[in-house]
T-cell receptor
Framework: GDSVTQTEGPVTVSESESLIINCTYSATSIAYPNLFWYVRYPGEGLQLLLKVITAGQKGSSRGFEATYNKETTSFHLQKASVQESDSAVYYCALGMNYNQGKLIFGQGTKLSIKP | AQTIHQWPVAEIKAVGSPLSLGCTIKGKSSPNLYWYWQATGGTLQQLFYSITVGQVESVVQLNLSASRPKDDQFILSTEKLLLSHSGFYLC??????????FGPGTRLTVL
């Protein structure tokens, strides 16, 4: 079936250090799914961080980057230098780009930044 | 700009009691609408989706039902709550092409 697996949290990183949250997916019902990173900041709702809908492309937002790698079925989230404001729960998601618009989420990774 | 509102913000209910959660989307005509659920410590699962008024498809069977009485409204309900219904319920809208946009959610505790 279709599934998403991401780095198990919680993850703690010191401010200004680099970050990588791993995400791998299995897509059996669609050859080229859309890939997303969503984020939930403390006290806020779930919001889209970045998306990539074409294999081989990179998405970026707020200093975060992720590359859609179809060969390794991965979509790792990276940031070169984290800030305290990046503390949040991050979710990798697989999207089916047909009418139903089903999203399949990973389990979420809670990130804490040490000042 | 589109806005999505969910009500109530939180509910504490007894096992066996009825439930109704609501969601309203403003600023978007004929959106696809979705209900998601997240158990404590679990992942987000899509429960229902609706492409048009009056039509709802079930994705996961959890003894819940959903209805779309208006273009901008999506209701999640059950006649009889179970302990396993506890969790966080999210409503979302999308166009069916790519990303979805989520509401603030409703925290449900069943005792």
């Amino acid at each position: 079936g279709d599934s998403v697996t991401q780095t198990e949290g919680p993850v703690t990183v010191s401010e200004s250090e680099s970050l990588i949250i791993n995400c791998t997916y299995s897509a059996t019902s669609i050859a080229y799914p859309n890939l997303f990173w969503y984020v939930r900041y403390p006290g806020e709702g779930l919001q889209l961080l970045l998306k990539v809908i074409t294999a081989g492309q990179k998405g970026s937002s707020r200093g975060f980057e992720a590359t859609y790698n179809k060969e390794t079925t991965s979509f790792h989230l990276q940031k070169a230098s984290v800030q305290e404001s990046d503390s949040a729960v991050y979710y990798c998601a697989l999207g089916m780009n047909y009418n139903q618009g089903k999203l399949i989420f990973g389990q979420g990774t809670k990130l804490s930044i040490k000042p | 700009a589109q806005t999505i509102h969910q009500w109530p913000v939180a509910e504490i209910k007894a096992v066996g009691s009825p439930l109704s959660l609501g969601c309203t989307i403003k600023g978007k005509s004929s959106p696809n609408l979705y209900w998601y659920w997240q158990a404590t410590g679990g992942t987000l699962q899509q429960l229902f989706y609706s492409i048009t008024v009056g039509q709802v498809e079930s994705v996961v069977q959890l003894n819940l039902s959903a209805s779309r009485p208006k273009d901008d409204q999506f209701i999640l309900s059950t006649e009889k709550l179970l302990l396993s219904h506890s969790g966080f319920y999210l409503c979302a809208w999308g166009t069916g092409e790519a990303e979805q946009f989520f509401g603030p959610g409703t925290r449900l505790t069943v005792l």
